[in-house]
């Protein structure tokens, strides 16, 4: 009989702060408010950040780096009512624009509790693509940008891993064709280097079809091989998200890919890991 897991922690909760939020409704004080109501025991704030002083590292569109944010992070979350029995952490969500150009440095990652590593936001037009776009040659890229995420030294998670967002007709075939041993061979870059391996509930709510959702087991069971542990992010932008739906969810498809709560980071694994 498959043992049930329980997930009480969300790493992954963008504010008003991001710019693909823009929700005033996404503020500290209502996220805390349905946190505790959804019966999360700890929260992580991710908003999308661009720090490094390297400005071939920026999108086009930015016309400034946006780390202040942070700061002003930091005073909401000092100002909120927060429920006794809730832990709130403050991280960022950075970025990997080119092979080996990140959107943070690790001095300035080091004042995080935590970094989530998205390598995949390839729905961005600041993603060059690969010339020929196929399942098997998008997969391969992904995995590619995996490992170099894995390796920068800046990554505590891994976000939302392995989904071509902007291209999921992708997905299934070229997951599911794919090498199992070459990808547990790249997520296990992330698990020698005690980085975590988030499952976002995009792992539902983008991957609807039968086959999607195998391709979505496959994943989560190679990373399991691979000696990856793991976290749940629901990547809210909006209040609705942050939903105890959402995260019975994520808990069934991780039952369903063999993984036992002991699979599952805590809070003490994922703070004190130094970047």
Same mark, same amino acid.
């Given at each position: ?22 929700? *005033? ?27 490094? *002083? ?8 930015? /016309? ?5 944010? +942070? ?29 080996? &150009? ?15 590593? *998205?390598?995949?936001?390839?729905? &961005? ?5 690969? =010339? ?22 800046? /990554?505590?998670?891994? $976000?939302? *891993? ?49 086959? &999607? ?27 609705? =998200? ?8 994520? $808990?069934?498809?991780?039952?369903? =890919? ?16 130094? +970047?």
């Amino acid at each position: 009989m498959t043992k049930k897991i329980t997930i009480k922690e969300d790493w992954h909760i963008h504010t008003h702060f991001s710019g693909c939020s823009n929700d *005033p409704e996404q503020n500290v004080q209502n996220i805390c408010h349905i946190a505790g109501k959804s019966n999360l025991s700890a929260i992580g704030f991710a908003d999308h950040l661009w720090q490094n *002083p390297d400005k071939s590292t920026w999108p086009e569109y930015l /016309a400034k780096n946006n780390h202040e944010i +942070i700061a002003e992070l930091r005073e909401e979350i000092a100002n909120a009512n927060i429920p006794s029995d809730l832990q709130v952490f403050l991280g960022a969500e950075a970025e990997m624009t080119g092979f080996n &150009q990140f959107s943070i440095t690790k001095d300035f990652a080091e004042t995080l509790d935590f970094v989530l590593m *998205p390598h995949n936001h390839i729905h &961005q037009n600041y993603i060059k693509k690969p =010339a020929i776009c196929t399942a098997e040659n998008l997969i391969n890229f992904l995995l590619d940008r995996f490992s170099i995420c894995a390796k920068s030294g800046l /990554a505590t998670i891994m $976000a939302h *891993p392995m989904l071509p967002y902007g291209f999921m007709e992708f997905f299934a075939p070229g997951i599911l064709n794919c090498s199992e041993q070459k990808m547990i061979d790249i997520y296990g870059l992330a698990a020698e280097r005690n980085i975590f391996f988030e499952l976002n509930s995009d792992y539902f709510s983008q991957a609807k079809s039968p086959e &999607q959702h195998e391709a979505i087991l496959k994943i989560i069971n190679c990373a399991k091989c691979s000696g990856c542990r793991f976290t749940y992010g629901s990547d809210a932008h909006y209040p609705q =998200a942050i939903s105890a739906v959402y995260i019975n969810e994520i $808990a069934k498809t991780a039952e369903e =890919a063999g993984l036992l709560q002991e699979d599952f980071a805590n809070i003490g694994d994922i703070i004190k890991r130094k +970047i």
